[in-house]
């Protein structure tokens, strides 16, 4: 079951989204306070710094029409073509002319009479010249000019958009050691330790200093498991020969009624001694970076077969186990000492948690479309209690055992799902493990060829 964080949007989980939102939001914000408070600081002081300009400047531009106090067409004409965006209308008893007749009146000469321009009522004294011979020279702004000039926003938006897009790029740089400190730490979780976290030479700023902590780290764990795994190994090899002196010892010991219980009880529990060393030494050897296989061509029926045949031998109990074999299963290279290892944990494991159950465990053995051109499934459920969903993850872990599985008779001592799934990774496969309501079922996928 996924958690319910999954079903968020995406920028919630990703850093990177969310600094990518914050440039771009941080760019719209400059770019309308900026421009919206020049115009605004504008609108609030020409009328006290820039009329007595304007009326001068409009003064100037009516003397270049009219020279003489009269107004000549063909200076306005030259006046319009040197400055585009104004226009010239020209009023009066002899010339009567307008420079962008396509235009219309500038809106405060609408018909209507209406003056919109209440903030100054005193506008056309800035913009209308009277000359002496009695015509009025009336100036104004070309709107289409204006209009087709880019506008100084899309230039400041798009300035600043590339300042944001440079300064994400440099501080997505900044942060890209965290996506190898990430890849990293979950190497180091998984158990590894190969490939430390790639830090460039020239990173000795504060990510630089945390990718080489979380390698010193690294190695500091792998060494600490290094020397756990030789301790194992060194007990396991010491235990052999005291273990062996004692059952030799115990099987010598004279048959009688009153002797015999205590006896059979002593051999079970060296023997289960013996199988936890064997089981210890052997995981030790998979877990290892370079685990042996003898692999050779092995027929899966007939190991599931044989496998199950050498269980009955001394548990009676097995032979209740459903064998189901698909048709047409693939000749497999294997290892046949360590899969019969593998089905003897899986059923041993099925017969342990579904004693109590009416319906026996069962074992298919079945065929694998497009895994490495094919291969095989080992499926063994029993019928039991079941495990906890929130442990199931935990099963397949050295030494674990579920809260329901703490005594010796029923949850062993947490090595059989284990080794399970060192072997099935040995071979290149996969061991999955879930609740099958009722029962507990564990899939174990090898490929044909690895």
């Known amino acids: 079951m996924k958690p319910a964080a999954d079903h968020r949007p995406r920028w919630r989980h990703s850093l990177k989204l969310r600094l990518l939102g914050v440039f771009l939001l941080l760019a719209f914000l400059v770019a309308f306070i900026f421009i919206g408070g020049a115009q605004k600081a504008f609108t609030l002081g020409w009328k006290e710094a820039g009329r007595p300009l304007l009326m001068d ?11 003489q106090g009269r107004p000549d067409v063909e200076k306005a004409r030259a006046l319009v073509e040197r400055l585009p965006i104004v226009t010239i209308d020209i009023t009066g008893p002899v010339v009567q002319w307008r420079s ?8 405060w000469r609408k018909d209507s009479g209406a003056d919109d321009w209440n903030d100054d009522e005193n506008w056309r004294a800035l913009v209308q010249r009277r000359t002496a011979d009695g015509h009025v020279i009336e100036f ?9 000039r880019p506008r100084l926003f899309v230039f400041a938006l798009a300035a600043l958009l590339v300042v944001t897009g440079l300064a994400f790029w440099y501080v997505r740089r900044l942060l890209s050691p965290l996506d190898a400190i990430r890849a990293g730490a979950m190497r180091f979780g998984a158990g590894d330790f190969s490939q430390p976290i790639a830090v460039p030479a020239r990173r000795c700023d504060e990510l630089g200093q945390l990718a080489q902590t979380v390698n010193t780290m690294g190695q500091d764990i792998e060494q600490m498991l290094q020397a756990q795994r030789a301790l194992l190994l060194a007990i396991s090899h010491e235990l052999r020969s005291p273990l062996t002196r004692a059952r030799l010892n115990t099987e010598l010991l004279p048959e009688s009624p009153e002797v015999n ?3 059979e009880a002593l051999l079970r529990d060296l023997g289960e001694m013996a199988r936890l060393i064997s089981d210890l030494l052997e995981s030790e050897r998979l877990a290892g970076r370079h685990a042996a296989l003898n692999r050779e061509p092995t027929e899966p029926a007939t190991l599931a077969r044989e496998v199950i045949a050498e269980l009955a031998a001394t548990r009676p109990e ?3 186990i459903g064998l189901r074999l698909d048709e047409g299963l693939p000749l497999v290279l294997l290892d046949r000492v360590r899969v019969r290892l593998l089905l003897r944990n899986l059923l041993d494991n099925a017969l342990r948690h579904g004693a109590e159950a009416a319906t026996p465990p069962e074992l298919r053995v079945e065929r694998v479309e497009r895994v490495d051109g094919g ?5 063994v459920r029993d019928h039991g209690p079941g495990v906890p969903e929130d442990q199931i993850a ?8 579920p809260d329901s599985a703490r005594t010796r008779h029923a949850g062993g001592v947490g090595l059989g799902l284990y080794l399970c799934r060192l072997v099935a990774q040995a071979h290149g496969g996969r061991c999955e493990i879930r609740n099958a309501h009722p029962g507990l079922e564990v899939r174990v996928t090898l490929p044909a060829q690895a």
């Open 394 to 401: 935990h099963l397949a872990q050295a030494f674990y055992r």
């Open 261 to 263: 219980p205590q006896r």
């Open 375 to 379: 291969g095989l499934r080992f499926v």
């Open 318 to 320: 097995v032979r209740r």
């Open 140 to 148: 104004g702004l070309n709107d289409t000019a204006i209009e087709r």
């Open 57 to 67: 400047y409009v003064t100037r531009l009516a003397n270049d029409v009219a020279p």
């Open 100 to 107: 962008h007749p396509a235009l219309p009146r500038p809106h």
